[in-house]
Antibody, heavy 124, light 107 residues
Framework: QITLKESGPTLVKPTQTLTLTCTFS??????????VGWIRQPPGKALEWLAL???????RYSPSLKSRLTITKDTSKNQVVLTMTKMDPVDTATYYC????????????????WGQGTLVTVSS | DIQLTQSPSFLSASVGDRVTITCRAS??????LAWFQQKPGKAPKLLIY???TLQSGVPSRFSGSGSGTEFTLTISSLQPEDFATYYC?????????FGGGTKVEIK
């Protein structure tokens, strides 16, 4: 059974750096085809994809946030870490991590398992 | 970036109604489209992937269709537990993008 859980601060001050950890179980990030992504959702607004890391350490970022984001994986700890620099009140959101499934037979890709999300508020 | 436009953004319907939500992509995405259901305070739940494949455990009243730039999510007979917000997502190319959402409320 695949599970993911986000952890990190609930409140950060403007200009600070946010560090969020996604701890997962039920799969390995060293397995070919596996990847984990981060998605956020400001209160009352739509979902926004942020970043993704592949089993081979390839990484993808949202172009609009690329300069502020870093995604890393620790395969031995079953964790993925997202850092976001220069936090601003507009970054207030619920942050989710999710498992991206890749079907080698059909080529289908989709986010099938999500963490419960963690609300991060940016305020002085 | 590929923009996804969902319509309508808000929908009022009754239990038993047939509901259709549209997602239009700004450029072709083949069938790399997923649909999610989200209830307040909860993480999104995958309903459909590859435009028309029902995720395991999802009721058969949900169906998806389309390819290229136009896609639809249909709920054949709306149930009380289906009142939620629905999002489409394209996975054809980076950056991955979501539609703006469709909120389905009780009439």
């Amino acid at each position: 059974q695949i599970t993911l859980k986000e952890s990190g601060p609930t409140l950060v001050k403007p200009t600070q750096t946010l560090t969020l950890t996604c701890t997962f179980s039920g799969f390995s990030l060293s397995t070919s085809g596996v990847s984990v992504g981060w998605i956020r959702q400001p209160p009352g607004k739509a979902l926004e994809w942020l970043a993704l890391v592949y089993w081979d350490d390839d990484k993808r970022y949202s172009p609009s946030l690329k300069s502020r984001l870093t995604i890393t994986k620790d395969t031995s700890k079953n964790q993925v870490v997202l850092t976001m620099t220069k936090m601003d009140p507009v970054d207030t959101a619920t942050y989710y991590c999710a498992h991206r499934h890749y079907d080698i037979l059909t080529g289908s890709v989709y986010f099938d398992y999500w963490g419960q999300g963690t609300l991060v508020t940016v305020s002085s | 970036d590929i923009q996804l436009t969902q319509s309508p953004s808000f929908l009022s319907a009754s239990v038993g109604d047939r509901v259709t939500i549209t997602c239009r992509a700004s450029q072709g995405i083949s069938s790399y489209l997923a649909w999610f259901q989200q209830k307040p305070g909860k993480a999104p739940k995958l309903l459909i992937y590859a435009a028309s494949t029902l995720q395991s455990g999802v009721p058969s009243r949900f169906s998806g269709s389309g390819s290229g730039t136009e896609f639809t999510l249909t709920i054949s007979s709306l149930q009380p537990e289906d009142f939620a917000t629905y999002y489409c997502q394209q996975l054809n190319s980076y950056p991955l993008t979501f539609g703006g959402g469709t909120k389905v409320e009780i009439k």
